[in-house]
């Protein structure tokens, strides 16, 4: 055990999963930023589900993916912090069908948000918006790899 409480794989996993996500938000930045966006990344939402490891390691990867998107430090604080919450509160689901939900209904609001005071667009328009590019990249790619990775559950003990 590290001094943390944590054991070392606890954070490798963290680590991992925050350079992914990371990598996958640079990688698809024409469509990761802005008002209309289906940021890839997000199919890793569902992580949580499977190893607490992932709700660092998505907090540290949106911080990162957040900085180099260059919207400020209310999208680094307040962005990262929806990520935040929405990975604590999928680990708490329990049915794999509403794993997803909390980064597509979270993300449309605090996103939503930020791009309004940001970018100074209309709220309900980009709430609308974030939500369904949340829908796309949460449950059209995260909910397939749910289940993809619930067959091979053994990678992450």
Known sequence: MEKTGFPINYWTKAAMIGAVYA?????????????????????????????????????????????????GILDVVFGSLATL?????????????????????????VVGLILHLVLDLPFYLTAIWIGLGQLIACYGLGLPLLFLLARHRHIFD
């Open 23 to 71: 990598l996958l938000t640079v990688i698809f930045a024409p469509i990761s930023y802005g008002m209309i966006q289906v940021r890839i990344s997000e199919m890793l939402m569902i992580l949580p589900f499977f190893t607490a490891a992932a709700i660092p390691g998505l907090f540290v990867g949106c911080v990162i993916a957040n900085i180099i998107g260059g919207y």
């Open 85 to 109: 919450i929405s990975a604590y509160l999928v680990s708490k689901i329990s049915n794999k069908y509403l794993v997803p939900l909390p980064p597509v209904i979270i993300n449309a609001v």
